[in-house]
Every structure is written in structure tokens, then in C-alpha cells.
């Protein structure tokens, strides 16, 4: 395993990460213990903010397996919140214009060709920074924002964002852009498939890497659809969350447990 979601991205054998939605280290432990190989600290929908998101990511670099963090807005005191913090890859949620993705990458580089506040003692740079230059271009080698396309604006804007400069990825929320679509979580349906097929040949047509979630509890459903979106050149994936995968569990030990 590998804690660096850059190289996992460039690999093209089959990804597998979940996102971090309830604030324990244990299940941070439980992740990179059972296979996964990266988790996403989910603080936009996680009840938590950087505070518990920089423990978290403390467990992800003790348990050797990548953290990536994804913020509450598009907002650059949140992503440079989240570098300094030492977690190196932000989901950036709805984004749905170049403008916003933009605005995403700005925050990502220091002066003057971003938005990145300067500050030598932060975990990033390992409380304190001997080094200024060097650990500039150290960290914007590694750090990245990744745009989630979740909206029907997004959808309408995808060749513009997609050629932003400097993603470090791209990815599509299905069950989002069914809610956005007016059809009501119904991430199955074949215009949402439709949709992100679209999206998805439009970013690696741009060469962009793609992450996509996939959010079935059923393994065979699963794997169904990573065979699918392999096929059309997808490598990375966001399996279910951690609330997810532990309810599908308790449901099937008591429903075994009751038959």
C-alpha cells in the first residue's frame, strides 16, 4: 500500500477507496486494515470539521493508506486549511463552472501564481519550515484539488472544467446529479448513466484522472458496475462509505442471525 493518492491514481491496476464519514480513528484503522487503499474525510456531509479531519488523517498515515479530504464548499480558508493540516488532496463539492475549478486550483498554489496563505509552522511542512523554497516546490508537486461534478450545470459546463489547468483529478456524483435531475436519488437510471459515461469520456478524453464513487452495498452490483466504468477507462474507485459498508453488515449478521 501507498499513503500517496498521486501514485495510486497513475496506477492502472483497480483502486479502492470508501469515505470517512463518522470521526473514529478505529475505523480509519478498520479501512487500511481490510483492503482499502485510500479514504476520503468526508466534511461536507460528516458531522466534524478540520479539527477531527487532521486526526483522521493522522490514522490514515499510520495505517499507510492515502487520506483525501473533502471540504464543506468551495471555499479557499477551507482548502488551505486542509493542506496546512498535511492532507494533501481536496474534493472540492459542486463545483459547476471552469471559474470554480479555477478558483479550487488557486487555492491549492502559494503566491504569487495562487491563493494559498504562507505560514512556516504547519503540519504540512512538519510544524516548522527550515526551508521555504524547497518545501514550496515539494508541496505543490504533491497537493491537488479535485472537482466533484455533481449538478446539471456541472454536466452542461464539463468540457470547460475538465480543461482547467492543474486538476489532479476529476469526479462525477451520480446520486447528486439524480437529486439535481429531478430524479430523486435514482442514480441508476439510464439518463444519470448516460450523463457521467458522457462526463467521464470527456475527462480522460482532456487526460484527466477520473475517481468514481459507487455506491451499490450489493458486491456483485459493484462489481459490476468497476468492470463497467474500467471498460471505459476508470481505474479509481469510492466503494459505498464507512456508514454504508458497516450498516450493510449489521443488517446482514441480524438478518442471518434471525433466519
Given amino acids: 500500500m501507498t499513503r500517496d493518492l498521486k501514485s495510486l491514481l497513475a496506477s492502472p491496476e483497480t483502486v479502492l477507496g470508501t469515505w470517512t464519514q463518522i470521526p473514529a480513528p478505529e475505523l480509519v484503522d478498520l479501512i487500511g486494515l481490510n483492503g482499502f487503499q485510500f479514504t476520503i ?3 461536507e456531509h460528516g458531522p466534524f470539521g478540520i479539527e477531527a479531519a487532521e486526526n483522521l488523517a493522522r490514522a490514515a498515515d499510520a495505517i499507510d493508506i492515502a487520506a483525501a479530504i473533502r471540504v464543506q464548499r468551495n471555499d479557499p480558508a477551507d482548502i ?5 493540516a498535511g492532507i494533501r488532496h481536496v474534493v472540492v463539492p459542486n463545483v459547476t463552472t471552469a471559474e470554480e475549478a479555477v478558483r479550487a ?3 491549492t498554489r502559494f503566491g504569487p501564481h495562487g491563493l494559498r496563505g504562507a505560514c512556516p509552522c504547519c503540519r504540512s511542512g512538519g510544524h516548522f519550515i527550515r526551508n521555504w523554497e524547497a518545501y514550496v516546490a515539494a508541496e505543490e508537486a504533491r497537493v491537488g484539488a479535485i472537482p466533484l461534478i455533481e449538478t446539471t450545470e456541472g454536466f452542461a459546463n464539463i468540457e470547460q472544467i475538465c480543461a482547467t489547468d492543474g486538476l489532479a483529478a476529476i469526479m462525477f456524483g451520480p446520486f447528486d446529479l439524480s437529486v439535481s435531475m429531478g430524479l430523486n436519488g435514482n442514480w441508476r437510471a439510464g439518463e444519470i448513466q448516460r450523463a457521467v ?3 467521464v469520456a470527456c475527462a480522460i478524453g482532456a487526460g484527466l484522472k477520473v475517481i468514481m464513487p459507487v455506491f451499490s ?3 456483485a452490483e459493484c462489481q459490476d458496475l468497476i468492470d463497467q466504468w474500467r471498460a471505459a477507462g476508470v481505474s479509481t474507485f469510492v466503494i459505498g462509505s464507512d456508514k454504508i459498508l458497516i450498516a450493510d453488515a449489521f443488517a446482514n449478521w441480524t438478518a442471518r442471525l434471525r433466519s
Avoid: G, I, P
Avoid at 488551505?80 to 496546512?84: E, G, I, Q
Fill in 197 to 199: 459515461n458522457q462526463m
Fill in 217 to 219: 452495498s450489493d458486491a
Fill in 105 to 107: 486550483v488557486a487555492a
Fill in 80 to 84: 488551505m486549511k486542509a493542506l496546512d
Fill in 41 to 43: 474525510v468526508d466534511c
